[in-house]
């Protein structure tokens, strides 16, 4: 069953702590993007990647990081340098930048 | 950067009727794409428009675009409670060809 997998839904942050978000594709897609998404608003582009071994920075990059050592996984950590945590997170993957987008069911990350 | 612009902010109809919801966009683009997203899930893709064309059907939904005006349109006819949700407009960013930029939302409410 193809598609893309974000792990856990709920996750909790105490202050001065770096979490990590998971995010897997079996749909052999190259691109991979992270949105964070505020309630009532849009999405904003946090990090994206192209290709393995590669990624840029979206409009809200400063306090996330991010990684892609493999095709499949794309996954975001937000550090302690990120002081407004509290969103729902969005893993998305596409064939190629700029094409249909492929939605996990998201993060919901709250601050204890 | 916000890309696409929706309006109306939200929108509230009885079933049956047609619901309209119009997206503007600032620079030259090669598609704009329409979203739906239930509340508290993931995006799901409904339609992509490329840049040549003008119109685009798929079901009750009808999607128009005028890059004279840089502007779109998303109708669904004969609306359903099952339509109620968020609806999204992205855009790619011409010159780079990378990551969807996302608006803000329309969100739809359809009532029995």
């Known amino acids: 069953d193809g598609g893309i997998t974000q792990s856990p839904k709920y996750l909790f942050r105490k202050e001065g702590q770096n979490v990590t978000l998971s995010c897997e594709q079996n749909?052999?897609?190259?691109?991979m993007y992270w949105y964070r998404q505020d309630p009532g608003q849009g999405l904003r582009l946090i990090y994206y990647?192209?290709?393995?071994?590669?990624?840029q920075k979206g409009d809200i990059a400063e306090g996330y990081s991010v990684s892609r050592e493999k095709k499949e996984s794309f996954p975001l950590t937000v550090t302690s340098a990120q002081k407004n945590p509290t969103a729902f997170y969005l893993c998305?993957?596409?064939?190629?930048?700029?094409?249909?987008?492929?939605f996990g069911s998201g993060t919901q990350l709250s601050v204890l | 950067s916000q890309q696409g612009e929706e309006d109306p902010q939200a929108l509230s109809i009885q079933e049956g009727e047609n619901a309209t919801m119009n997206c503007s966009y600032k620079?030259?683009?090669?598609?704009l794409q329409w979203y739906r997203q239930n509340s508290g899930r993931g995006l799901v893709h409904l339609i992509l428009?490329?840049?040549?064309?003008r119109e685009k059907h798929s079901g009750r939904l009808r999607v128009t675009l005028d890059t004279s005006k840089k502007s779109s349109s998303l109708l669904i006819t004969a609306s359903r409670a099952a339509d109620t949700a968020s609806y999204f407009c992205?855009?790619?960013?011409?010159?780079?060809?990378?990551?969807?930029?996302f608006g803000k939302g329309t969100t739809l409410s359809v009532s029995s």
């Open positions: 990647s192209q290709i393995v071994n590669d990624f």
């Open positions: 998305a993957s596409s064939t190629s930048a700029g094409e249909k987008l492929f």
């Open positions: 620079t030259s683009i090669n598609n």
């Open positions: 749909l052999n897609h190259d691109a």
């Open positions: 428009i490329r840049s040549n064309e």
């Open positions: 992205a855009t790619d960013e011409y010159q780079a060809g990378t990551a969807l930029i």
